[in-house]
């Protein structure tokens, strides 16, 4: 018995691009002439073509997550810059009351 596998690529009437792996398994009769081949083809596209896209989601989801993370670290510095512009305004509100009171 003789086995074997092999992966070509097909071009499909549309212009798409597959690949097909053929297996195929040769057996052979008492006197070791071929008898019989048995094997089968598998088309990996749409596999392939999923995976792709599966990645492309992933970037996608990666790119949403980074601009999530620039949100709240913006966010995070706005309230910080509110903070002190407040204890700024708190001053000059006290000071202007000293000029006011004459002291």
Avoid: V
């Avoid at 070509?8 to 070791?32: C, N």
């Avoid at 999923?50 to 993370?69: C, I, P, S, T, V």
């Avoid at 913006?74 to 700024?88: E, M, R, S, V, W």
Wanted: aromatic share 8%; proline share 2%.
């Amino acid at each position: 018995m003789c086995s074997t596998s092999r992966s070509i690529a097909w071009f499909w009437p549309d212009g798409s691009i597959h690949s097909i792996t053929g297996r195929g398994k040769l057996t052979r009769d008492k006197e070791g002439r071929p008898a019989r081949i048995n094997g089968d083809h598998l088309d990996y596209h749409e596999r392939k073509r999923a995976e792709e896209e599966r990645k492309d989601f992933e970037n996608q989801l990666f790119q949403a997550q980074k601009m999530e993370a620039i949100g709240t670290l913006a966010g995070g510095i706005a309230h910080d810059f509110n903070n002190i512009l407040a204890a700024i305004l708190g001053y000059a509100e006290l000071a202007s009351l000293d000029l006011e009171s004459g002291f």
